[in-house]
C-alpha cells in the first residue's frame, strides 16, 4: 500500500505507534470517565460472583479461616475468577457487561472490528495491567492518546457505541 507524501509530513505529531487517535481518528477513544464507570460495574459484578462461590464454598461444607494460607488461597482464586472474567468476556463476547451498559465498543486501531488474536492480547493485557498493581489501568492519565497497556498490547481501544451512543448521554 503506497502512503501519500502529506501523511508523511505529519509524522512528528503522530504517537509512538504511527497512529494519533482522538479527534482525527475514525472513532475518538472513549472519555476516561465512561471508562472508568464500565471498570466499576465490572468490578461491583466480579466481586458479587465471586462472593457468591465464596457463599456456595461455605455452604457446601468448606471453610476459610484467617491465616496466611488460606489467604494466598483466597486472593489466588479472585486471581482466576479476574482472568476468566475479562478473558471470557472479551475473547467470545467482545465487551465486558460493563462496557456494554455505559455504551462501549472495541475497535482496531485502523478502526475496524478486532481480530480474535487481537481480543486473546486485550484479555492478555487486562491481566498484565492490574497483576503490576493496576498500573497499566492508571496509565491511561498520562498517556497522550489515554489509552491503556490493553489497548497498547491489542492495538485495540474504546470507543462509543454509535448506536447506544443516542441512548447513555456522556458524561
Do not use: H
Not at 492495538?155 to 443516542?166: G, I
Request: hydrophobic share 45%; aromatic share 12%; net charge neutral.
Amino acid at each position: 500500500m503506497e502512503i501519500p507524501i502529506s501523511r508523511q509530513e505529519a509524522a512528528p505529531a503522530q504517537s509512538d505507534l504511527g497512529l494519533r487517535l482522538g479527534a482525527e481518528s475514525i472513532s475518538p477513544v472513549a472519555d476516561l470517565s465512561t471508562r472508568g464507570r464500565a471498570a466499576a460495574i465490572d468490578v461491583g459484578l466480579l466481586l458479587f460472583s465471586y462472593g457468591g462461590m465464596l457463599a456456595l464454598f461455605g455452604a457446601l461444607g468448606g471453610r476459610l479461616g484467617l491465616n496466611r494460607l488460606d489467604a494466598v488461597v483466597t486472593l489466588a482464586t479472585l486471581a482466576l475468577f479476574y482472568a476468566q472474567y475479562f478473558a471470557l468476556f472479551t475473547i467470545f463476547g467482545g465487551a465486558t457487561p460493563g462496557m456494554m451498559f455505559r455504551g462501549l465498543r472495541v475497535v482496531s486501531f485502523d478502526g475496524s472490528t478486532p481480530t480474535s488474536r487481537q481480543m486473546v492480547a486485550r484479555s492478555f493485557g487486562y491481566i498484565v495491567s492490574a497483576g503490576t498493581c493496576f498500573l497499566g489501568f492508571l496509565w491511561a492519565l498520562w498517556d497522550e492518546d489515554r489509552l491503556c497497556w490493553q489497548d497498547r498490547v491489542s492495538q485495540t481501544y474504546l470507543t462509543r457505541n454509535e448506536t447506544d451512543a443516542k441512548v447513555l448521554p456522556p458524561a
